[in-house]
C-alpha cells in the first residue's frame, strides 16, 4: 500500500516540476509581432520624405 502511495507522490512531484518548467520556458521566450502593412507604406513614405529633403 506504502509503495503505491509513494510512486503516485513521486509521479505528482515530477508533473509539478515539468509543468513549472515548461511554462517557466514559454514566458521567457521573446514574442516578435509583424508589423501591418499598412505601418509598412507609412514609414516606407517617412523615409522616401527624409531622403528628399
Known amino acids: 500500500m506504502w509503495v503505491v502511495i509513494l510512486v503516485s507522490a513521486a509521479f505528482v512531484i515530477l508533473v509539478l516540476v ?4 515548461t ?3 514559454g514566458y521567457g521566450y521573446k514574442h ?19 531622403q528628399e529633403e
Not at 516578435?32 to 527624409?50: A, F, H, I, N, Y
Open 18 to 21: 515539468l509543468s513549472l518548467l
Open 23 to 25: 511554462l517557466n520556458k
Open 32 to 50: 516578435t509581432v509583424d508589423p501591418l502593412p499598412d505601418e509598412e507604406k507609412q514609414k516606407d513614405e517617412e523615409k522616401e520624405s527624409d
